[in-house]
């Protein structure tokens, strides 16, 4: 069981930090996913001299809340797996 709860939570982080999938299938700017959202938001401002970088690491901390709450909610499992998979 820790095992498959460690390749889930791998398989979610992947799925969650995918950037070029989703910006290659979606055309409208109303569906695209938050890692695409933040790359539109950096390359929108780089023609300005000052960059806001207050927005962009804002919005980087919103990607990462989901991964942190999973992977501490699912810790003592993915731990479980480690130690079942080194001491064979």
């Known amino acids: 069981m ?3 709860v460690t390749m889930g ?4 982080i992947s799925s969650w930090n995918s950037y070029f999938w989703p910006l290659i299938m979606t055309n409208n700017n109303d ?3 938050l890692t695409v959202g933040i790359a539109m938001l950096r390359d ?4 300005n001299e000052a960059m806001f970088f ?3 690491m804002a919005s980087s901390v919103m990607a990462i ?3 942190v709450i999973v992977f501490t909610v699912m810790q003592k499992h993915i731990v479980a ?7 064979k």
């Not at 797996?81 to 001491?87: E, G, L, R, Y």
Request: glycine share 4%; proline share 7%; no cysteine.
């Open 44 to 47: 929108s401002i780089a023609g």
């Open 65 to 67: 809340i989901p991964i």
């Open 31 to 33: 569906m695209r996913v």
């Open 2 to 4: 820790p095992t498959i």
């Open 54 to 56: 207050n927005v962009i």
């Open 81 to 87: 797996a480690m130690a079942n998979s080194t001491f």
């Open 9 to 12: 939570v791998l398989i979610f």
